[in-house]
């Protein structure tokens, strides 16, 4: 019989990583919570590879504060080169304007 899915937050998450390393059985932490111990064991490797920014919610991408970093820039450069397009369209229709009107 499969077990119904159970959310819990990241603080719950966080705590229990921190209370296996603080106390050393991880199965009997397992027994006291009722949480599997492959949950467990992936909340740990998770919570060791990216610290505080492990466990980020559903559909949210798992990074690093650089990684973060880096994916805000990308996203100011693409910005900045669609307003640099749109203002060097806007110059091309200004400046075809004015030759049409100053040759009268």
Same mark, same amino acid.
């Given at each position: @019989? *499969?077990? $119904? +899915? #159970?959310?819990?937050?990241? !603080?719950?998450?966080?705590? &229990?990583?921190?209370?296996?390393? +603080?106390?050393?059985? /991880? @199965?009997?932490?397992?027994?006291?919570? %009722?949480?599997? *111990?492959? &949950?467990?064991? #992936?909340? =740990?490797?998770? @919570?060791?590879?990216?610290?505080?920014?492990?466990?980020?919610?559903?559909?949210?991408? $798992? @990074?690093?504060? !650089?990684?973060?970093? /880096? =994916?805000?820039? !990308?996203?100011?450069? #693409? %910005?900045? !080169? /669609?307003?640099? %397009? /749109?203002?060097? $369209?806007?110059?091309?229709?200004?400046? &075809?304007? %004015?030759? $049409?009107?100053?040759?009268?």
């Amino acid at each position: @019989m *499969r077990r $119904k +899915a #159970r959310n819990y937050t990241n !603080e719950f998450k966080q705590k &229990v990583v921190e209370l296996t390393y +603080a106390r050393g059985s /991880i @199965m009997e932490i397992c027994r006291e919570l %009722d949480i599997p *111990r492959s &949950v467990l064991g #992936r909340w =740990r490797k998770e @919570m060791g590879e990216l610290g505080p920014n492990s466990f980020p919610g559903r559909g949210k991408e $798992k @990074m690093t504060d !650089e990684q973060k970093r /880096i =994916r805000e820039l !990308e996203k100011r450069l #693409r %910005d900045a !080169e /669609i307003e640099r %397009d /749109i203002l060097k $369209k806007a110059i091309g229709i200004f400046s &075809v304007s %004015d030759r $049409k009107y100053t040759g009268s």
